[in-house]
């Protein structure tokens, strides 16, 4: 018989809880004796692995970075992993000592963004056993998303504009590269369209940068510089796409099996 608490927890009362009305607690299951494996249990079907260089924004010997397949909600959502098939607990002393390193300079990329107030750095790994560390950029301002709500509301809010998107991403590509490694995201190219365009997609451009030509631009960029994606290769939309176990994800699966890297 199932356990449902009676009460909701006082998290839900929260500024940053995203979501009012009635709620109820779900009913909680009971433990299951052996769990299922996680995607790439073993390094079989790992995404990870299989992924090429160009699925990244930034990548070196030992590290890859990368980002969602589209603007979500939040300024800037990064995936740092090790090269290696290696769980958090698995990474030798080396590799232990390098992901201090790279935690500290992702953060310091993405929080010298525009308009980034801090920058979450989460590791779950309850999805895909392939280490991934989450960098979820908070907008500076917005108080109702601080704390630990905010992988929620990068669903919730309405996508960033792409061009400033990926103007962001080349910004961090560029900045991890003054360390190392090897740059692969572009700015975004520019296309010399009627400005008209603006109102067909619904984009803002950044108007604090004098040296973007935005009043001519398209508020959508041309993501030419995947060249090594493969149809296999599932899309990355959120956190919750990628940390849900494969039972829980099956519903919400995205059905196009294309993605548009940076
Ligand atoms: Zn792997």
Same mark, same amino acid.
């Given at each position: 018989?199932?356990?449902?608490?009676?009460?909701?927890?006082?998290?839900?009362?929260?500024?940053?809880?995203?979501?009012?009305?009635?709620?109820?607690?779900?009913?909680? $299951?009971?433990?299951?004796?052996?769990?299922?494996?996680?995607?790439?249990?073993?390094?079989? $079907?790992?995404?990870?692995?299989?992924?090429?260089?160009?699925?990244?924004?930034?990548?070196?010997?030992?590290?890859?970075?990368?980002?969602?397949?589209?603007?979500?909600?939040?300024?800037? +959502?990064?995936?740092?992993? =090790?090269?290696?098939?290696?769980?958090?607990?698995? /990474?030798?002393?080396?590799?232990?000592?390098?992901?201090?390193?790279?935690?500290?300079?992702?953060?310091?990329?993405?929080?010298?963004?525009?308009?980034?107030?801090?920058?979450? +750095?989460?590791?779950?790994?309850?999805?895909?056993?392939? /280490?991934?560390? &989450?960098?979820? !950029?908070?907008?500076? #301002?917005?108080?109702?998303?601080?704390?630990?709500?905010?992988?929620?509301?990068?669903?919730?809010?309405?996508?960033?504009?792409?061009?400033?998107?990926?103007?962001?991403?080349?910004?961090?590509?560029? &900045?991890?590269?003054?360390?190392?490694?090897?740059?692969?995201?572009?700015?975004?190219?520019?296309? &010399?369209?009627?400005?008209?365009?603006? !109102?067909?997609?619904?984009?803002?451009?950044?108007? $604090?940068?004098?040296?973007?030509?935005?009043?001519?631009?398209?508020?959508?960029?041309?993501?030419?510089?995947?060249? #090594?994606?493969?149809?296999?290769?599932?899309?990355? =939309? =959120? +956190?919750?796409?990628?940390?849900?176990?494969?039972?829980?994800?099956?519903?919400?699966?995205?059905?196009?099996?294309?993605?548009?890297?940076?």
């Amino acid at each position: 018989m199932p356990h449902t608490p009676s009460s909701v927890p006082e998290f839900t009362k929260w500024p940053s809880f995203p979501f009012e009305g009635d709620i109820r607690v779900k009913p909680i $299951d009971d433990p299951v004796e052996v769990e299922p494996s996680r995607k790439g249990e073993g390094s079989a $079907d790992c995404v990870a692995c299989a992924a090429p260089d160009e699925a990244y924004i930034w990548v070196s010997d030992r590290w890859r970075v990368r980002a969602m397949d589209q603007p979500s909600g939040l300024p800037m +959502v990064l995936i740092l992993e =090790s090269r290696s098939h290696l769980d958090l607990g698995d /990474l030798p002393n080396l590799l232990a000592a390098e992901l201090g390193v790279m935690t500290v300079r992702l953060e310091r990329a993405i929080r010298s963004l525009d308009g980034v107030a801090r920058v979450h +750095v989460n590791r779950w790994g309850d999805g895909s056993a392939h /280490l991934h560390m &989450w960098f979820l !950029a908070r907008p500076y #301002g917005r108080l109702q998303l601080r704390g630990t709500f905010l992988s929620l509301w990068d669903a919730i809010l309405p996508p960033i504009p792409e061009m400033q998107w990926r103007e962001n991403l080349a910004l961090v590509a560029a &900045w991890l590269a003054e360390f190392g490694g090897r740059p692969l995201a572009e700015p975004p190219h520019i296309q &010399w369209q009627a400005p008209s365009s603006f !109102a067909a997609t619904g984009n803002t451009p950044a108007d $604090d940068d004098p040296g973007t030509l935005t009043g001519s631009v398209t508020g959508t960029a041309t993501g030419t510089a995947n060249g #090594g994606a493969t149809p296999t290769e599932p899309t990355i =939309s =959120s +956190v919750a796409a990628l940390e849900e176990p494969d039972d829980e994800a099956a519903a919400t699966e995205p059905t196009d099996p294309t993605p548009t890297q940076a």
